[in-house]
């Protein structure tokens, strides 16, 4: 049992393999938040709040003569509001009286076998786990709200979820106005934060940043998680490392505008809320109407390594599905920066014969393949090929790319649509625009309104129409825009809060219809790169394009920023060309391998223009990717150092699930005249393993991670080195037993 309720102390406990969380229903009804981190035992530690008279935080009306009981001060699990905790709160609504508060008191709880489920939201799943689910319902007598908290257990993986139900349960109308997903109180300690922030072409740039009084808020109100702030934080002790110090993760499954607020209180106590992003939020609740919030993932672990551990874990097992979650991945050649918009099926066909020749898997036909789409200002909407450059249609190429031994993929950008398009002289009203008003123009395009039915029919219609017709085993799903002018032409005003979570209701219910139905394409995010890269997105596709910046040396940062919550297996990484298209930086090939090996490998580049011996050195590139993919997608990532931009190097290391085989990789990226070698211990090895280190030493994995390991010497523009490392004595201890 992971979930146990003490009936005299009022306590629940929910239990991990490593880690426990305690709340206490008090005497007074309210959920107090007691514990999270390390295991505890079942001890009632509502001992370690001694309470005072907090002078001008208020008490509850029926303990008023105990000037000690503040909401303002106490832990809780999910807040009141209007009431007298004036903290950031995790609720927020307009009762059908116009007033404005409301204050959860307990009412029941149940404890089941299984994950809950959100309808219509992605959602961590149960793989196997034997997973269990908390629900307390908490409720309101005067607001008529009813608050369910959904936790579910994953003993073995560490992980904790958690998502609300706000349920109308009273006869007039409620106006939710803000509905957050998950209240997490740190009541002790000295905390910083890590989150993600980044731009186009430089996503998820880790910053370590000391709490200071005061809120922080994380957000997105793009319409989508977006490059700037990734929907992932990670809160821990003051001197935590890779490998020590207690560090919780929070991250929300959910791809549209999101918000954290981390407050650092008057009495120094932490909290935060994750959930939607209310800015604009506005959902109307009849009588019985229930809104579900989207889900976050919660783990806390010794050390940030560990932290990264369970949610990659997590992600591999529990988020991405399909046949693409385990085993190989193609090895693809994308088109788009070979040739942009400026292709024919000629030289398409050039390309990916050398793409066949080289070893590849798999050709992408990127933007540019449908009608009227010579640049990035038209044809969107329009899902036809362009017979001008694709005289026998797409059946004729694909015919030909597989005739070559290659499988095909497909670029697209459903959501969006060009005013100069026939969907948009057809069906203004499918683009979110507000009556009145010109919309603001990004790449010269609207985003069609996915609360609408016929919107999401037309896009199934359409989709599954290509993956029917065509033989095609890829589609890169892309989305160039943020989401400004949001306004549905079918809602009435009212209504028009609730349109940026039903875009998403829509979107999801599209992509969950495609992956069902076609079980064997491959989808791959994608948003200007990686602007959409967050777990709502892998729960349909298990790789998103990391980011439109292919320099490796832009992208050592990136991925490494990524892989704080994210796993290898997810970033999208290819080969592009040197000099490099967004930074005009000049690498080695086999440089940009080793970064692009990182991830979910391809390459993006004109492998026409390449000289016999990159061929050769592409070729035996692929050979090595299909040797070390498994270790690296199903392994144990290691940061060995920071990515910053003042370190002069960056290493990493892949370690087999079963420790028998790693990667250890380093770029340098400032080689120093004379310096000092290069030294790192390893991690993750069996201490009394023998291994051999790139065939060149063999020693036990004892000394590599106490003693270490010694680079050769690097020098030149951003050299690199893969260093496989093998265990050598398993034959033998296997011929011993
Ligand atoms: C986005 C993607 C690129 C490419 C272009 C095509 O920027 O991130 O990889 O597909 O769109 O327009």
Known sequence: MSIRYVKESGQL??????????????????????YYGAGTGHEDLSYMYRTYDRGFSGNPYELRDDRTYSLDSMPQEYTSFGVGDFRVNSIAASCSDGSRCAEFRYMSHEISEGKYSIPGLP?????????????????????????RLHYAVFEELDIITRAAEIVNAGPGTVWLRKASSACLELPFGRWDMIHFHGRHCMERQPERVPLFHGIHTLSSGRGMSGHQHNPFVILCDRDATEDSGTCYGMMLVYSGSHRTEIELDQFDCVRAVMGLNDDRFRWEL?????????????????????????????????IVRGRFRYGHRPVLVNNWEATYFDFTEEKLLVIARRAAEIGTELFVLDDGWFRNRNDDNAGLGDWAPDENKLPG?????????????????????????????????????????????????????????????????????????????????????????????????????????????????????????????????????????????????????????????????????????????????????????SPNHQTGRSTPLSTRATVAMAGSFGYELDLTKLTGSECEEIKEQIRLHRKIEPLVHEGLLYRLSSADESSRFVIWENVSPDRSEALLSIVVTDPKANGAPVHIKLKGLDPAGVYSVGGEIECTGMALMQSGYTFERLTGDYPSRQILIRRTDMKEKDDKQ
Request: with cysteine; aromatic share 10%; hydrophobic share 35%.
């Open 13 to 34: 406990i929910l239990e991990t393999a490593g880690t426990a969380y305690h709340m206490k229903i008090d005497g007074h009804g309210y959920l107090q938040h007691l």
């Open 123 to 147: 959602s961590v799943y149960d793989n196997g786990d034997t997973a269990e689910t908390l629900t307390v319902n908490l409720m309101d007598n005067a607001a008529n709200i009813m608050v």
């Open 286 to 318: 009849g009588p019985g109407e229930s809104f579900h919030t989207p889900e976050v993932i919660l783990s806390c672990a010794e050390g940030l390594t560990q932290l990264s551990h369970r949610f990659h874990r997590v992600i591999r097992n529990n």
């Open 393 to 577: 249609g797409l059946e004729s190429l694909i015919e030909k790319i597989k005739s070559m031994g290659l499988d095909f993929g497909l670029w697209i950008e459903p959501e969006m649509v060009s005013e100069d398009s026939d969907l948009y002289r057809a069906h203004p009203d499918w683009a979110l625009t507000a009556p009145g008003r010109a919309p603001m123009m990004a790449r010269n395009q609207l985003v069609l309104d996915m609360s609408r039915r016929e919107v999401i029919e037309y896009l199934y219609e359409t989709i599954s129409g290509l993956l029917e017709r065509y033989d095609i085993s890829y589609i890169k799903w892309d989305f160039n825009r943020p989401i400004s002018d949001i306004y549905s032409h079918s809602l009435p005003s009212a209504r028009q809060g609730e349109v940026p979570h039903r875009y998403y209701l829509g979107l999801y219910e599209l992509y969950e219809r495609l992956v069902t139905a076609f079980p064997d394409v491959l989808f791959e995010g994608c948003a200007g790169g990686g602007g959409r890269f967050d777990a709502g997105m892998l729960f349909y596709s298990p790789q998103i394009w990391c980011s439109d910046n292919t320099d490796p040396v832009s992208r050592l940062m990136i991925q490494y920023g990524t892989s704080f919550g994210y796993p290898p297996s997810c970033m999208g990484a290819h080969v592009s060309a």
